[in-house]
């Protein structure tokens, strides 16, 4: 049976890849920072169906000597690096965590896997976000990288130094450039899940308005399901490498907004405020990728649309906040 550690399980995309491992019939580990609030742990794992079949390990990203025990009592064959302090817009506020975690925790997780675990196959989770102020129309694994926020120069830093611990001490080390991918389990932070959640709300009667930021921003949005068959695919390869993971569709945060109201039976114009306080010091306007090599030398390609995936967030956000109006007295519900 492989075994697999997975730093991040506990956020989106840790969860999909966690249930993909599983159903893989991998043993499936996961690192676990403590935390003074109960029930982190269990949130989105048990929105999946896997509670209690992942076997979490404490450590923290920035402690270098609590991952060295991490990957000795996991002795994995497959490290894949999703743990991050992963939001754009609070990187201008915590710069210094963000480089700490996003960008010295994959080195920490690099350095301790030459040391303890140098056969073990490699995954960073790197992003669009490194291309930033695009230089390029389309964006594919040749496009130079502009980073526009501390999250992004983080997250260049440590694909670098997973192209450097490949090239120098021939670990198999893959990073994959992921665009944009969103899920009912996306944080609430972001922009996708602000309004699909935003939506439910307003279709219950719970709010009137849904403040937001920059509506001119397009991303090119895929489903976070599908992205971790890709990065599982990655480790499968013989060799090592890069890929750009995207669907190649743009669609603005406007339209986004259309899709989602709509989806409810709602006008987004009577809705949607532009609140300053959602701007960034600096944006990145666009991103558009291509992610041919990944079609190409994976055989991956994505499967959920962004009209479907629309639907099944905003149908997964009406559903949780109708149990949590039914449940007033447990708090605030089966989040996230
Ligand atoms: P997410 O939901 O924000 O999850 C981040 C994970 O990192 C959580 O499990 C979090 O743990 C963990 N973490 C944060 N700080 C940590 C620390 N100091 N030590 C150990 N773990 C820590 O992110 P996601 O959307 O699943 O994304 C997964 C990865 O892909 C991230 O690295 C992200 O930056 C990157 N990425 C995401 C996208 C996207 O569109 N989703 C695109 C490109 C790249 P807690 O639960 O305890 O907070
Ligand atoms: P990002 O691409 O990792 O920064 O993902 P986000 O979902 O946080 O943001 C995507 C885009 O939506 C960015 O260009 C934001 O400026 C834009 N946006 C507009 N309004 C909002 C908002 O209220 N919240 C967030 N998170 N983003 C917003």
């Known amino acids: 049976m492989p075994h697999a550690l997975i730093t991040g399980v506990t956020g989106q995309d840790g969860a999909y890849l966690a249930r993909l491992l599983l159903g893989k019939g991998y043993r499936v580990f996961g690192l676990l920072r403590r935390s003074a609030s109960a029930d982190v742990v269990g949130e989105r794992l048990r929105w999946l169906g896997i509670e209690g079949r992942v076997e979490m390990l404490d450590a923290d990203l920035s402690d270098l000597a609590s991952i060295l025990r991490a990957i000795e009592a996991a002795q994995p064959d497959e490290i894949y690096n999703l743990g991050a302090q992963s939001f754009v817009k609070t990187s201008w506020t915590q710069p210094i965590l963000t480089g700490q975690v996003t960008g010295l925790g994959a080195v920490n997780m690099l350095e301790a896997t030459r040391l303890v675990a140098p056969r073990a196959r490699f995954y960073q989770a790197s992003s669009s976000e490194m291309y930033g102020l695009i230089q390029r129309p389309v964006q594919d694994e040749a496009t130079p990288f502009y980073p526009r926020s501390p999250y992004a120069a983080a997250k260049l830093y440590a694909h670098w130094m997973t192209?450097?611990?490949?090239?120098?001490?021939?670990?198999?080390?893959s990073s994959g450039?992921?665009?944009?991918?969103e899920s009912p389990l996306r944080g609430i932070e972001f922009v996708t899940r602000k309004i699909t959640d935003g939506v439910a709300r307003i279709r219950l009667g719970l709010a009137e308005a849904l403040p937001l930021g920059n509506l001119d921003a397009t991303r090119d949005w895929g489903?976070?399901?599908?992205?971790?068959e890709a990065m599982w695919l990655m480790l499968q390869q013989e060799q090592p490498g890069d890929y750009v993971v995207a669907t190649g569709r743009t669609t603005s945060v406007r339209e986004f907004c259309r899709l989602a109201f709509a989806h409810a039976g709602l006008d987004w114009e009577r809705h949607v405020r532009v609140d300053p306080a959602f701007l960034r010091p600096a944006e990145v306007d666009v991103l558009r990728g291509d992610a041919t090599r990944a079609r190409r030398v994976l055989g991956w390609a994505p499967r959920t649309s962004l009209e479907e995936m629309v639907a099944e967030m905003v149908e997964a956000d009406l559903r949780r906040h109708r149990e949590r109006a039914d449940r007033p007295s447990r708090g605030p519900g089966p989040p996230p």
């Not at 450039?177 to 991918?181: D, Q, R, S």
């Open 163 to 173: 192209v450097n611990y490949r090239e120098s001490f021939g670990l198999h080390a």
């Open 177 to 181: 450039i992921l665009f944009n991918h």
């Open 223 to 228: 489903h976070a399901a599908d992205y971790v």
